[in-house]
């Protein structure tokens, strides 16, 4: 219902005992009925119109009295509200207004109510109905409560006063239900602060008040919102590289197999390549340790590949001790006879004449080469001295590297070779003692055997990777010891010697190496 109508209501009714609370009959509303019966009659022909209209506006109000009842809520447009001017010794005119007009502006931007009224316009609506005069729209008791609010049609009525004690300012704000006729609500605040501050915060105390949430809530809420928001942005976008990382694990791990199962096809492919050209390799060198031991009478050995420590601390020129790595290769069995030297040859250089079956000797690195060069012609092949590191490795038995060819033991020394104190002063024939591991005869004693390599004074710089000794010097190595030697220390495999690639001499041969 408009204020208004209420009004013109309240003046017609007034006239009817009873009709509406004494509270509610503005001041100078009251009529004297001292006119003809004619309008008296008129008179009560308005007054039955009027209260019918205002038991149909009761019986609206009745039914939103429930609601009213009820703490207001942002966005809920729960009814209308007065808001009352500030009184208090703290303020003057001027702040008394400002800190209305806040409270009006807050209660607004709340939106908790449908209307939010102050002073202006509770002014602005008397001064239409004329009635300024007659209600006081800065009162506060309750009869005035109900005059001034029924005016505006307010649901409720908001109120208070701001005093000032020391450095506190001191505020008290009271709610008003116009449809229960009393005073539901009053809060006191204290607020130890600067003016500025005291503005901001008198903000919350009007919406703490009227139940609603303050700006501190509201920016807790907010903030609340805001991390809850983020929060579930954060475990979306994990979600997501959770899911990618799922994606791109699955297209790695699917993009690993099939490179695995590439390279191990590959690596099958290469380990059947290798299988081959090592079994054609293989064949070779049988056939050419065949054609050897057809055309010459040799037999080779094959001679695994490996790594072992060359070297010994016993003398100097065996130092440093270094780890080798040797290929595959073949090596003979045994010393080369005077037999095959002069089926080669033509001829017999030996000291130790007659016995086809001992080792050549006699014979200096130069003639050896000679032999090779005839050697290799006849038979197509590429014999060849061994390197002292493959003289070593073979006699010692690869990584073993045992002290003398086939033995640690020098009590077993006599099993595996031929030295000064069972040679009786002379060769003998190969291949009558003992084999060292790899099936060669004679690596320790009866001859020392030349080696392909030029002399160093130690292995200082020596390579790891089939070593083949200095690439300058005149001296040539031989190794093994001899039927002349003491077999203890001149017949241990890691002894080098050396001398003038023309000596011949009746305790120096040689034997024969061939390449895999």
């Excluded at 207004?97 to 807050?106: G, K, P, S």
């Excluded at 054609?280 to 420590?309: C, H, N, S, Y």
């Excluded at 493959?390 to 031929?418: C, F, I, P, R, V």
């Excluded at 080696?451 to 990777?465: F, Q, T």
Aim: aromatic residues 6%; contains cysteine; hydrophobic residues 40%.
């Amino acid at each position: 219902m408009i204020p208004a109508l209420k009004v013109l209501i309240l003046r017609a009714v007034v006239v009817t005992e009873g009709a509406i609370p004494a509270r509610r009959v503005t001041r100078g509303v009251r009529m004297r009925f001292r006119g003809s019966l004619t309008a008296a009659v008129a008179i009560m022909s308005l007054v039955v119109v009027l209260s019918l209209v205002l038991l149909v506006a009761h019986a609206g109000a009745a039914g939103n009295q429930g609601a009213t009842g009820a703490p207001a809520t942002p966005g809920s447009a729960a009814g209308s509200i007065l808001v009352r001017d500030l009184k208090g010794q703290a303020l003057d005119q001027g702040k008394a207004v400002l800190l209305t007009n806040l409270m009006v502006a807050t209660l607004r931007e709340s939106g908790a109510f449908k209307d939010v009224y102050a002073r202006s316009d509770l002014e602005a609506i008397l001064l239409q109905m004329g009635e300024k005069q007659q209600i006081d729209p800065t009162c506060d008791t309750t009869k005035c409560m109900l005059e001034v609010g029924n005016a505006l049609g307010a649901d409720q009525v908001l109120f208070g006063d701001v005093g000032r004690l020391g450095s506190k300012y001191l505020v008290t704000l009271t709610v008003f239900d116009m449809h229960k006729s009393a005073v539901v609500n009053t809060r006191n605040f204290e607020c130890g602060c600067t003016e500025d501050d005291f503005v901001d915060r008198f903000r919350g105390y009007a919406l703490e008040v009227m139940g609603l949430e303050t700006m501190a809530q509201r920016e807790a809420r907010l903030e609340a919102e805001r991390r809850a928001k983020e929060e579930a942005d954060r475990r979306d976008r994990e979600t997501r590289a959770a899911a990618e990382a799922r994606v791109k694990a699955e297209q790695e791990a699917t993009a690993r197999m099939a490179a695995e199962r590439a390279a191990e096809e590959r690596r099958a492919q290469d380990d059947a390549a290798a299988r081959e050209q090592a079994a054609r390799a293989a064949a070779d060198a049988q056939r050419k340790a065949e054609e050897l031991r057809k055309t010459l009478g040799m037999e080779f050995v094959r001679i695994p590949g490996g790594e072992f420590e060359m070297g010994t601390i016993v003398w100097n020129s065996s130092n440093p001790v270094h780890r080798v790595r040797i290929s595959d290769f073949r090596m003979a069995k045994s010393e080369v006879t005077q037999a095959q030297w002069r089926a080669v040859m033509g001829s017999n250089p030996s000291n130790f004449q007659g016995c086809d079956d001992c080792p050549v000797e006699k014979v200096s690195w130069n003639d050896v080469q000679e032999f090779l060069r005839k050697a290799n012609a006849r038979t197509g092949l590429s014999v060849r001295l061994p390197t002292e590191a493959e003289w070593e490795y073979a006699a010692g038995g690869g990584a073993a590297h045992q002290k003398w060819a086939g033995t640690n033991n020098d009590n077993e020394l006599g099993e595996y070779s031929w030295y000064n104190a069972n040679a009786g002063g002379k060769t003998h024939p190969v291949c009558q003692k003992r084999p060292n591991q790899f099936g060669l005869f004679d690596m320790s004693g009866n001859v020392w055997e030349w080696c392909s390599d030029r002399w160093a004074d130690d292995y200082s710089g020596a390579g790891n990777d089939n070593p083949i000794g200095p690439s300058t010097g005149s001296a040539r190595v031989f190794r093994g010891g001899s039927w002349i030697n003491r077999a203890a220390l001149d017949c241990r495999v890691a002894l080098r010697v050396h001398d003038d690639p023309g000596l011949r001499i009746d305790f120096l041969g040689f034997r024969l190496a061939l390449s895999q």
